[in-house]
């Protein structure tokens, strides 16, 4: 099973700030993921990578960037954080070849 | 196109009691098949899986045939207990890519 880690757990943060979703992992996986959770618990892919320099938009239109500069890295930034950007953000990794997807704990955000 | 559906929660139940979350699925070629579950404050788990027709996978306690006829994926368990209380999401891979596409999650609901 992955390692994978997300940093924050929770944030409260005030609107038209800029955050950064941090998300690494320490198996090596090549392919990550970021979902968004909304309260009615649905998940949305909102981006994906298949490797360094590798970013692709998910299902979902977002608003966030991501950027793959490292294999164990793939953070997560709002420019200008608004209220309905308000959500659980989830991040999962996978390793070539395979289809399992492993989840990190999540980052709950609250934008007032 | 590619959908998962399954039953709307919450279930509830008494412990020892016969659990069983039905899923359904649409694709297009032959995809694999998860459950993954969700407890309070956490990401997302892995169940089990499985990756073809009348595969069954296994955990915990926990089962699910993969029926190719019927394209369903339901998800059983013989006796719950108070520690099952989560939400379970069914998921299919999506088409010939790596993604997963979930269905909108059931809450299981345990009491002693």
């Known amino acids: 099973e992955a390692d994978i880690y997300q940093t924050p757990r929770y944030l409260v943060i005030g609107t038209g700030k800029k955050i950064t979703l941090e998300c690494s992992q320490t198996m090596g996986h090549d392919k990550m993921y970021w979902y968004q959770q909304d309260p009615g618990m649905e998940l949305h892919l909102i981006h994906y990578s298949y490797g360094v320099n590798s970013t692709e938009k998910g299902d979902l239109s977002s608003e966030s960037t991501v950027s793959r500069i490292r294999t164990e890295h793939f953070p997560l930034t709002l420019e200008s954080a608004r209220p309905s950007h308000t959500s659980q953000y989830l991040c999962?990794?996978?390793?070539?070849?395979?289809?399992?997807?492993?989840f990190g704990p999540g980052t709950r955000l609250l934008v007032l | 196109g590619n959908s998962v559906t399954q039953m709307e929660g919450p279930v509830t139940l008494s412990e020892e009691a016969f659990l069983t979350i039905n899923c359904t699925y649409t694709a297009t070629g032959y995809p694999s098949l998860f459950w993954y579950v969700q407890y309070p404050g956490e990401g997302l788990q892995l169940l089990l899986k499985a990756t073809k027709a009348d595969d069954k996978g296994s955990n915990k306690g926990f089962e699910a045939t993969y029926r190719k006829e019927t394209t369903s994926f339901h998800l059983e368990k013989g006796s719950v207990q108070v520690s099952d209380s989560a939400v379970y999401f069914c998921?299919?891979?999506?088409?010939?890519?790596?993604?997963?596409?979930f269905g909108t999650g059931t809450r299981l609901q345990v009491f002693p």
């Open positions: 998921a299919s891979t999506l088409g010939y890519t790596d993604k997963l596409i």
């Open positions: 999962a990794s996978s390793p070539s070849g395979q289809e399992t997807q492993y």
